[in-house]
Each structure stands twice: as C-alpha cells, then as structure tokens.
C-alpha cells in the first residue's frame, strides 16, 4: 500500500525540540521531493519546508528558519524534522507530504504541543 | 510568503454548482501553472482533487473542475453534494525559496 506514516510528535517545551519522522512505503521514495504541511488549531494549511529527492536542496518558511531542519534518508525510505527552539507557535498537526501530480500523498499527521 | 486570497465560505444547495476562487500574485498562481486543490473533512488529513490547474487525480469525481485566469485560479464543483461539505484549499508553487503557498481555506456548506 503506498503510504506515509508520521511519528514523533507529543509534547515539547518551548525552547525545547523534538524530532519528527515519516516512513514512506509502496513507491520508490528517493524519486520524490517531500515537504513537511502543518495546520494549526482551527487554521489553514502552511507549508514548512522541502527537500529534493537527493537531499541536497532544501528550503524552509520564514517562520521555522534557522530552527527547523528537514532531512531523508533514501536508504531508510524516511524523512525528517527536527525543531528545535520550539515556539507556541509551533503547535499543529504535522503532515509529511509527497511531491508529484500535486501534493498528491498526505501522511495521517503528527500533532505536536508546545507548552510547558 | 503571503497566503492565498480565497473566501472564507460559500454555500449551495444540492445540485447547484459553486465556484471558489483562489487569488495570488504574478510570483505564483500567475507565474506557473502549478496551481492544486485540496479538500479536507473535519479531522481527516487534505486530499488533493485538482493538480496543474485543471488536472483531475485518478478516482476524483469529474464534478470537480479547475482553472486559471492571470493570477486567480478557481475551483468549481458541480452538482453539489452532501458530502461535498469541506474546506478546500488551493496551492500554488511559488519558486525555489517559497516552494509553495497555501490559500486561507474555504468552507463549504451544502444548504
């Protein structure tokens, strides 16, 4: 079955991090690009960040650079977030998300909280 | 980095059809034609039922239909259904820094 799984999420303190992973089966991951999709409570879809299929681009919403780093792993069909300084802000449900005909293949999300 | 302009609802009875608009700028609705839409149901993940402006995915009703003129794109559903009830969501790519950018969301109620 071709998925995406995210894990990871929970409760994290602000200043805190944590680290977000996505396993991806049923298609050939490293032809893809992937980006990581949140959604606040009760708010909109924003996009967070992108990686090409090699890893060697990537590029990040102005809100989460210099905090979050997106990263894949071809051989482990996975991919990455790790957040650090975390922000209320940052509260959302995490989604991992395959490039290709469109935002074509959305993971079931991670929800992460920010609170202390 | 700034949203897409959609309307905050828009509502029809079954049958109808509704349009909804998606209002960008030249650097991405008008700029490429990468425009998508997305439809999501209260606590379930977004599911995309147009790509490239007007491409429908395989399995997605072909009461859904986009298009694109300068820097609006739209979305029109036809025949509406109960369960056409949602938020949708338009997308377009939006060059090598922004990859992409989300509208505000609509939702739509069916009467």
């Known amino acids: 079955e071709v998925q995406l799984v995210e894990s990871g999420g929970g409760l994290g303190q602000p200043g805190g991090s944590l680290r977000l992973s996505c396993a991806a089966s049923g298609f050939t991951f490293s032809s893809y690009e992937m980006i990581w999709v949140r959604q606040a409570p009760g708010k909109g879809l924003e996009w967070v960040s992108y990686i090409s299929r090699s890893g060697s681009t990537t590029s990040y919403a102005d809100s989460v650079k210099g905090r979050f780093t997106i990263s894949r792993d071809n051989a482990k069909n996975s991919l990455y977030l790790q957040m650090s300084s975390l922000r209320v802000e940052d509260m959302a449900v995490y989604y991992c998300?395959?490039?290709?005909?469109?935002?074509?293949?959305w993971g079931q999300g991670t929800v992460v909280t920010v609170s202390s | 980095q700034s949203a897409l302009t959609q309307p905050a609802s828009v509502s029809g009875s079954p049958g109808q059809s509704i349009t909804i608009s998606c209002t960008g700028t030249s650097s991405d609705v008008g700029g490429y034609n990468f425009v998508s839409w997305y439809q999501q149901h209260p606590g379930n993940a977004p599911k995309i039922i147009i790509y490239?402006?007007?491409e429908r995915p395989s399995g997605v009703s072909n009461r859904f239909s986009g298009s694109k003129s300068g820097n609006t794109a739209s979305l029109t559903i036809s025949g509406l259904h109960t369960e056409d009830e949602a938020d949708y969501y338009c997308c377009s790519y939006a060059g090598t820094n922004t990859f992409v950018v989300f509208g505000e969301g609509t939702k739509v109620t069916v009467l």
């Open positions: 998300v395959r490039n290709g005909g469109g935002l074509g293949l």
């Open positions: 490239d402006v007007s």
